[in-house]
């Protein structure tokens, strides 16, 4: 991807384009996704106890801590500047 800069016409200073925000964002939200989902594992070992790792209430608290993690993960992901 090649990223075009531009110069400001007033003050002189360069002007990167946005166009890698939806790949922050989405980079972002699946590094949280991740985490949220070892999070989440760890969440149900300690909940439920080390044996109930495929129930559907352990599965949920996956998917759950998953979706948290990944929706926080896009939003700093589109905070961060590179």
Same mark, same amino acid.
């Given at each position: 991807?090649? /990223?075009d %800069?531009?110069?400001c016409p007033t003050c002189g200073q360069k002007i990167k384009s946005? /166009?890698? %925000?939806?790949?922050?964002?989405f980079f972002g939200g699946?590094?949280?996704?991740?985490?949220? %989902?070892?999070?989440?594992y760890g969440f149900s070992v300690w909940w439920f106890g080390s044996g109930m790792h495929f129930t559907s209430m352990a599965i949920i608290h996956y998917f759950a801590w998953g979706l948290l993690f990944g929706f926080i993960g896009a939003v700093i992901g589109l905070l961060?500047?590179?």
């Amino acid at each position: 991807m090649t /990223q075009d %800069i531009k110069t400001c016409p007033t003050c002189g200073q360069k002007i990167k384009s946005s /166009q890698g %925000i939806f790949s922050k964002a989405f980079f972002g939200g699946i590094i949280g996704i991740v985490f949220g %989902i070892l999070f989440g594992y760890g969440f149900s070992v300690w909940w439920f106890g080390s044996g109930m790792h495929f129930t559907s209430m352990a599965i949920i608290h996956y998917f759950a801590w998953g979706l948290l993690f990944g929706f926080i993960g896009a939003v700093i992901g589109l905070l961060i500047r590179r």
